[in-house]
């Protein structure tokens, strides 16, 4: 089984509408991010969150919000969807131990989400 | 200027060749610097981390010239298998955390 799941893994919706995409992790880590892919540009961040009780903004979060229910799960969620916000949408875990090592900065990725705003 | 720039390619090299890509960085106080593989429709995974003294990792060596603020990857004797999109990441300096910064990565296509 797969250690960081994404549901759902494609998504057509319309201008307007309400978009939830969820992430869920069975790796024990405590950190998790969301960031979207977008052709020619690197994965860039939208949201962290080092633990239940701690959400911090990336570079691009407009347009959307997070939730951090249980440590296992982090959802993005696009509270009225536009054409630019088409994208592949990416969950990622850390465990926050290996961040106080230099050198060591492995992010375990979920599958993705295609995500299509029409 | 992006923080993190790649070629983008695409090197189309035959099996067996060596191919390297470079990668440069803005921010000099950048700390941690890795390369990562993404295979077409898949989510990027760790190959590996880049250390001042250099690394190898099999067919793989990584290199980084701080002075100059770039890092290269070096792959020998390609295989079929090691088509994909490379991306090049740093962590910036003065962080607790392992915040990454992507570059949009270089593509590799391997042929017979």
């Known amino acids: 089984d797969a250690d960081v799941t994404q549901t759902p893994r494609n998504r057509i919706t319309k201008t307007g509408k309400r978009i939830m995409l969820e992430c869920s992790q069975t790796k024990g880590h405590d950190r998790m991010y969301w960031y979207r892919q977008d052709p020619g540009l690197g994965l860039r961040l939208i949201y962290y969150?080092?633990?239940?009780?701690?959400?911090n903004k990336g570079e691009i979060s407009d347009g959307y919000s997070v939730s951090r229910q249980a440590q296992a799960k982090f959802s993005l969620s696009l509270e009225s969807a536009i054409p630019n916000q088409t994208a592949l949408y990416f969950c990622?875990?850390?465990?926050?131990?290996?961040?106080?090592?230099?050198?060591?900065?492995?992010?375990?990725f979920g599958p993705g989400t295609r995500l299509t705003v029409l | 200027r992006k923080e993190v720039e790649q070629d983008p390619g695409p090197f189309n090299v035959p099996e067996g060749a060596t191919v390297a890509f470079n990668c440069t960085y803005s921010n000099s106080a950048s700390q941690s610097f890795f390369w990562y593989r993404q295979d077409c429709r898949k989510e990027p995974k760790l190959l590996m981390s880049?250390?001042?003294s250099g690394n190898e990792d099999g067919r793989f060596t990584a290199q980084l010239n701080r002075a100059s603020q770039y890092i290269s990857l070096l792959i020998r004797d390609s295989k079929l298998s090691d088509s994909a999109t490379y991306l090049c990441?740093?962590?910036?300096?003065?962080?607790?955390?392992?915040?990454?910064?992507f570059g949009a990565g270089t593509r590799l296509a391997v042929h017979p």
């Open positions: 880049v250390y001042s």
């Open positions: 969150s080092f633990d239940v009780k701690d959400i």
């Open positions: 990441v740093v962590t910036p300096g003065g962080g607790g955390y392992n915040k990454l910064i």
């Open positions: 990622a875990t850390s465990d926050s131990t290996s961040g106080r090592v230099l050198g060591s900065g492995e992010q375990f």
